[in-house]
């Protein structure tokens, strides 16, 4: 946000950004539950939508202070410590997204126009809302099987004037899904379906690998050594 403050101070003008963090805000939590049945709309928000959401601020014991250095008491639900955060958010003009990820089994995306139930943050402080968006499970490494892939976000001279973006998912296979246009119709724009892909490492993959590890060990520790002299 300071760094928007000082480019349009710079430029004379307001300049179109985006904003990246790891843990999704609470008015994703919130949002999620708006569509039919408590649910996501996998046509209006065309994803995969398997993951409760372990937000910023969830789950914080109820006295933790605020360098999270000394926590007494139980263990909370949701405590608000993110609300300055999205205070400052969705008071940044032309911000037209925020993408995070940390939750693999969700890829979905959604446009927070207004003041959500229970959520003193109001979305349409600066104009024209703000667009929330997961990204997609990407390595071996983490918790679950579904499809590896990474969102990919195209931006145009034209689109960031009107502010919008479009965005979609490249999955591992090479296959393209999920493609959306973040703009002022989101929500009730209907795209095509997501499908619900689930991959998995072959075990033989895996033993490979682990031997690999173990005969490179020695070598990567005399590599250390040396470069510590």
């Known amino acids: 946000m300071a760094t928007s403050r000082q480019l349009a ?3 004379g ?3 179109p950004s985006i904003a990246f963090v790891h843990i999704p805000i609470h008015a994703a939590a919130v949002l999620k539950k708006q569509g039919p049945g408590g649910h996501v709309d996998l046509q209006r928000h065309p994803s995969i939508n398997d993951d ?3 937000g910023q601020s969830h789950g914080w014991p109820r006295n933790a202070n605020a360098n999270n250095t000394t926590r007494t008491g139980d263990r909370g639900g949701y405590t608000r410590r993110d609300v300055p955060f999205m205070q400052a958010l969705v008071a940044t003009p ?3 997204g925020l993408f995070y990820g940390h939750d693999h089994g969700n890829t979905w995306c959604y446009r927070w126009t207004d003041k959500l139930d229970g959520l003193d943050v109001d979305a349409g402080v600066a104009g024209a809302g703000l667009h929330l968006c997961y990204g997609q499970h990407t ?3 983490g918790y679950g099987y579904w499809v590896r892939g990474e969102r990919q976000i195209v931006a145009t001279r034209k689109g960031l004037r009107n502010g919008t973006l479009d965005t979609h ?3 591992e296979t090479g ?3 999920g493609k959306v246009t973040l703009n002022s119709t989101f929500n009730d724009d209907v795209y095509d379906t997501v499908p619900n892909v689930k991959t998995f490492m072959p075990l033989s993959a895996g033993k490979e690998l682990t031997s690999l590890a173990v005969t490179l060990r020695p070598a990567l520790a005399v590599l250390a ?3 510590l002299l």
């Open 9 to 11: 101070d710079q430029y």
């Open 13 to 15: 003008r307001v300049v």
């Open 52 to 54: 409760k959401i372990n």
């Open 94 to 96: 032309c911000l037209i």
């Open 139 to 141: 390595d071996y490494g």
């Open 169 to 171: 998912t490249m999955l």
């Open 175 to 177: 296959e393209v899904v």
């Open 225 to 227: 050594l040396l470069l």
